[in-house]
């Protein structure tokens, strides 16, 4: 399997599983992507096809650190127990991910 394919099957397993820890714990999840998010899809849009691999892997590789940070800290101080097992089930897929990316950004 190659990596694009690989990345987006375990995003969406992931989304999918905290989709269902936040309805079980009555949370509730954005709907739609925050302004941000929208910015960095802008990015990508706009980005010339001679630098589109540079800005996607450079967007890339400060989601995968801020995730990290937000799924390390989630694994120690979240109140709720199955979403604090979720971060920790989660970071080791998280950093591998970060490294293939820096890896394919780094060629």
Known sequence: MNFAREMIR??????????????????????QMLETEREKMSQLRDADEDEIDEVY?????AAHVATI?????CAQICENDELKSFARDTLPTLREHHQDVQRIANR
């Open 57 to 61: 892997g450079r967007l890339q590789i």
């Open 69 to 73: 940070n937000l799924f390390e800290r």
């Open 10 to 31: 375990d995003h969406q397993q992931a989304n999918q599983r905290l989709q269902s820890i936040a309805r079980s714990a009555g949370m509730m999840v954005p709907s």
